[in-house]
């Protein structure tokens, strides 16, 4: 079992930063691919970013490639997401995610979710 908690969120101007946070619990976080995915009100929850077990492979949507970087430390049992350049578009809740078997993951493919953060961009 995997317990994730998010933290970071927040009201952002166009243009600007916000660092999300993924805290993971239990002592097996290196075993699993972890993963950002956000929803936006009225929209299907969209993958966003995804990172392998030692943090040597990444990948992203085409929309936030550039933009968004996904980095993890194993000894922290975090993973973190580090927004720049946001733009209204980002606006949706985030949620981390975690998975032992397939990267990057569908929403079905997932094991655990975060509770999710609100970020929020004004034009």
């Known amino acids: 079992q995997v317990q994730l908690v998010e933290s970071g969120g927040g009201l952002v101007q166009a243009g600007g930063s916000l660092r999300l946070s993924c805290a993971a619990s239990?002592?097996?976080?290196?075993?699993?691919?972890m993963a950002w995915f956000r929803q936006a009100p009225g929209k299907e929850r969209e993958f966003v970013a995804a990172?392998?077990?030692?943090?040597?492979?990444?990948y992203y949507v085409d929309s936030v490639k550039g933009r968004f970087t996904i980095s993890r430390d194993n000894a922290k049992n975090t993973v973190y997401l580090q927004m720049n350049s946001l733009k209204p578009e980002d606006t949706a809740v985030y949620y981390c995610?975690?998975?032992?078997?397939?990267?990057?993951?569908?929403?079905?493919?997932?094991?655990?979710w975060g509770q999710g953060t609100q970020v929020t961009v004004s034009s």
């Open positions: 990172i392998s077990w030692s943090g040597s492979s990444t």
């Open positions: 239990g002592r097996t976080f290196s075993s699993y691919y």
């Open positions: 995610a975690a998975d032992r078997m397939v990267i990057p993951p569908t929403t079905r493919e997932v094991d655990f």
